[in-house]
C-alpha cells in the first residue's frame, strides 16, 4: 500500500531527525514501496526541504514531496493559469511560484494574494497584504495552520495573517491549500498515480481528517504534536485513526 507522509512531527522536529522515521523511510525505500511527502511547510521549497533531508542522509527526488509552496502554486496554475502574485511569503514560496510561471509583482498589480508565514513579517508588509486583500480577484493561503510547536514552545503560523487579515476586511481566502484541504492531499494521490494510500502523521485534526477527506487509512504517530496524554482528547473531538503506532517504524514494520 503507498504512503502519504507527514514530515514534520513523523521524520523530523524541524531540523533534526527522528531516527526511527529516518529508519521506515530507509525500509520503504529498500522494499520499493511507494509514497510521497505531505506537508503544510509554507516557508520551504522542494529543494529547501531535500537539502535538509540530504542532511538526515535520506536521498529522495523532488516529485515525492508535496509541500504546501508547491502545491499551492500548481493548484493556482491548474485553476486560473499564470498569475500576477502578491505573496506575503518567503524565499521558499516565491521560488515555488516562479517555478510553476507565475509572476510576483507589487500589491498594487496583483490579481492574487498569497498568504504564507513569513518569519520577517512587519507593519509595512501586513499593509500591502491588506491592500491586496481589499482588491485583488485572487485571494488563497498555503495552509491553515494557527500555531506550530517550536522548540522553546508554541510559534504563529500563516494563521496569524489569515486572522488578522479577516479582522480587518471580513474576507477570507477562496482556498487554503495545506492539510487538511483536500487541494493538497489529492495532489499527493496524482503524484503516486493510485487512488488510495495510507495517511500518516502526527496530529489528528490535521493529517488524519485530511486521510479520512479523501477516503485512506490514516495512521497516527506519536513522535510529535499528538501524545499519548492528549490522544484520547484528540479522538473524541476529530475521530479515530485507523493505525496507531508510537513511531514511523513501528508503523511500517507491522503493516
Ligand atoms: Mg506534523
Redo the contacts with the bound molecule.
Sequence with gaps: MPYIL?????ICRGSKPIVEGIKAVKLLIDRGEKFVFVSNNSTRSRRMLLERFRSFGLDVSEDKIVVATYATSIYLKKRYGKLKIFTTGEKGLIDELKLAGHEIVDYDDAECLVVASNRNLDYNLMTKALRCCMKADIYVATNPDKIFPGWDGPIPGTGMIIGALYWMTSRMPDAIVGKPSEIIMNEALSKLKCKNAVVV???ID??VVAGKKIGCKTALVLT??TTRDNLKKMIEKYGKPDYIADNLFQLVKNL
Design positions: 507527514d514530515i514534520d512531527g513523523v502523521g502526527d496530529q490535521v493529517d510529535g504534536v
